[in-house]
């Protein structure tokens, strides 16, 4: 690979649509070289606005000669057809989340890596780059407040599509805490419960809103996370890690403090993709970056399938009414890092 790395991208909806962008405007040593979608139209007006060639099939980019890495942002249930397929290629492959709806499908994406021999596969975990959140782990890692005992935290988004039911709660949004949680705490989870509070107004037929999860880990740690995706006032992420020796909370992105007409106060994010896009710029940033010298340093597939095997604990637990326990197998060899 050259100094400067040519990303293929399959889906050109929302997500993909702004790599595309951040690639091209604000990112370093990259550019699109060719982009994919089962909506020729919206593909073919990005290939003819950032100058890349056009592709019919995912498949057909994965192999393409000028592409040295590939970036999967469909829709889910084709994250796990085009993953394989550029692990299959044997090109590094940065794959929105969840890498397959179920942890069956990411289980078999990380077989086919370790058949491979290579890491090639990170997720959109892109939580993990926001700078808030790396300041809490930097805190937590000195060990100066103790040990982490408990984590309250909150999810809430204004409002959401019909599309959205009752599982994507933990399948969609809550999937991120669960991530961010294990790294942030350095620890995996032992148990998963979902509850369901009193129900808003604002939530359609299909969807059961707020829910509280509660998780457990090796450590002992206990955790509760509020999911309210009809919050109404703004995109809101909350999360407080209570230490032997102090509190410390995930800081709220500056922004200007306004006093006007009896009020005094500061802005709410709109939605996530302004509340975390300089989370998303670094991400792709450092996965840039780490493909041009040959490795994965960002979120994995064994990431992902620990994610994922909690979601579906969670999941169960929601839909039988009871504690499920997170039966995480061990961790493969591959991923073990150094
Ligand atoms: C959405 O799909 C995301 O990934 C956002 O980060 C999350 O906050 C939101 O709740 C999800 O619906």
Same mark, same amino acid.
């Given at each position: 690979m050259d100094n400067e790395l040519r990303v293929g991208i399959v889906g050109t909806g929302m997500i993909g649509r702004s790599h595309i962008e951040r690639i091209s405007r604000?990112? @370093? /040593?990259? /550019? &699109?070289?060719a982009v994919a979608d089962v909506n020729t139209s919206v593909a073919r007006q990005m290939a003819d606005e950032y100058d890349c060639t056009l592709f019919e099939k995912g498949e057909e980019l994965i192999k393409a000669?000028? &592409?040295?890495a590939v970036i999967v942002s469909t829709i889910d249930d084709y994250h796990e057809q085009y993953a394989t397929a550029a692990i299959n290629a044997s090109k590094f492959v940065f794959c929105e989340? *969840?890498? !397959? *709806? /179920?942890s069956d499908g990411v289980r078999r994406i990380m077989d086919a890596e370790i058949e491979g021999g290579h890491l090639l596969v990170q997720i959109g975990f892109m939580r993990r780059y926001d700078v808030g959140y790396q300041q809490l782990k930097a805190m937590i890692d000195t060990g100066a407040y103790g040990d982490p005992l408990m984590v309250h935290c909150a999810h809430r988004n204004p409002s959401v599509t019909t599309e959205y039911v009752t599982s994507m709660a933990v399948e969609n949004s809550m999937i991120h805490e669960i991530d961010v949680l294990r790294w942030l705490l350095n620890d995996e989870f032992t148990t998963a419960q979902v509850v369901f509070p009193k129900r808003t /107004? @604002? !939530? @359609? !037929?299909e969807l059961q809103d707020p829910q509280i999860m509660y998780l457990t880990t090796e450590q002992g740690v206990r955790i509760d996370v509020e999911a309210f995706v009809n919050c109404q006032y703004g995109y809101d992420i909350k999360c407080e890690v209570c230490c032997e020796e102090g509190i410390l909370s995930l800081p709220v992105p500056a922004s200007p403090t306004v006093v006007s007409n009896g009020w005094r106060g500061t802005k709410v994010a709109g939605g996530w993709s302004e509340r975390f896009v300089d989370a998303y710029d670094r991400e792709l940033q450092n996965w840039i970056d780490s493909t041009l010298r040959g490795q994965v340093d960002g979120p994995n597939s064994w990431d992902a399938y620990a994610a994922s095997v909690t979601a579906t604990a969670a999941s169960e637990s929601r839909d039988r009414r009871e504690v499920v326990g997170v039966e995480l197998p061990a961790q493969p060899d591959l991923y073990r890092r150094q």
């Open positions: 604000r990112l @370093h /040593r990259c /550019r &699109v070289s000669q000028e &592409v040295d989340k *969840p890498l !397959a *709806p /179920r /107004r @604002h !939530a @359609h !037929a």
